[in-house]
C-alpha cells in the first residue's frame, strides 16, 4: 500500500540509459520493482530532490479584452473593459478576488486601436472609430479599472496600442509609433496612480505587421517614458513583445 509523502523519484532503466530517465512523483518511500513488458526490471528509488524552479502565486492570471460589443448570443456580451463591462458589479468583484492572486492583463487584439482621450497634454476626443470599437479610455474609465484590480488584489497589467501613428497602405503598415497618445496615459498615471499598474505592455501580436527592429524601437521608447515619469523603485515593468506563432521573428 502507498502511503506518507509524496517523494521526488528518478526513474531509470537497468541499462544506465541517461536518456531513459525520468522524473515521477509518487507517494511511497519504498523501493518497488515490477516487469516494465520488455522483459527487464525497472526500479523506483525514492530520492528527495530541490526543485529547479517555483511557480509563482500569480501563475493562473486572466484578461480583459476590448472586443466590441456582441449579440445577446455571444458569452462576451457587454465584456468589452473600454465600454460595457460594469466594474462595480459585485460579483465580478466576487470572481475576481477569489482568482486573486493573479494579473489581471487588460489588451486583445483592439488593443492596438485604443485611444486615451482626456488625459492631460493628450487628445481632446475620440475619433468616431475608436468610439465605434468601445476603445476609447477616459481618465474616470482609467481610474475606476486600476481601483477594481486594487480592490481585488490583483496586479494590472496594460497593454497599450502600439499602433497610434502609423498607417496601412496597399496592405502594409508604415510610418513610426506615435508615443504621445501613451505618454499622456503614463503621465497622468504616475501622477494619480504611482505603483498601483504592475506592468505595461506594447501592442499586441503584431509580429506579422510589423518588423522585430521597429517594434523594438517602439519598446525602446516606451521605457525612457516610464523611466521619466517613475522613480526606480517604483516603476511598472515594461513586458513583451505579445507574440503568437512567429518564431523566426525573434530572430531579426
Partial sequence: RLAGH???????????????????????????????GSGTTTTFGPYLLRPTSTIPSTFLSFNFDWNLNATAVDSWTNASVGWTLDLQDHRLLSLARALAPANLRVGGSRADTAEYVGFPGGMAACSTAAIEQHTCLTPSRWDELVGFAQRAGLRLVFDLNIMHGRTLKDGLWTGSWDASNARSLLNYTAARHPGLVFGFELGNEKEYALSAVE?????????????????????????????????????E
Fill in 215 to 251: 517594434t523594438a524601437r517602439a519598446f525602446t521608447s516606451l521605457r525612457r517614458m516610464v523611466n521619466e515619469f517613475w522613480r526606480e523603485s517604483a516603476r511598472p515593468w515594461v513586458i513583451g513583445p505579445a507574440m503568437n506563432t512567429r518564431s523566426d521573428w525573434l530572430g
Fill in 6 to 36: 509524496p517523494r521526488v523519484l528518478l526513474v531509470k532503466e537497468k541499462s544506465n540509459n541517461l536518456s531513459s530517465m525520468a522524473v515521477a512523483v509518487i507517494a511511497s518511500s519504498t523501493v518497488l520493482a515490477f516487469p516494465n
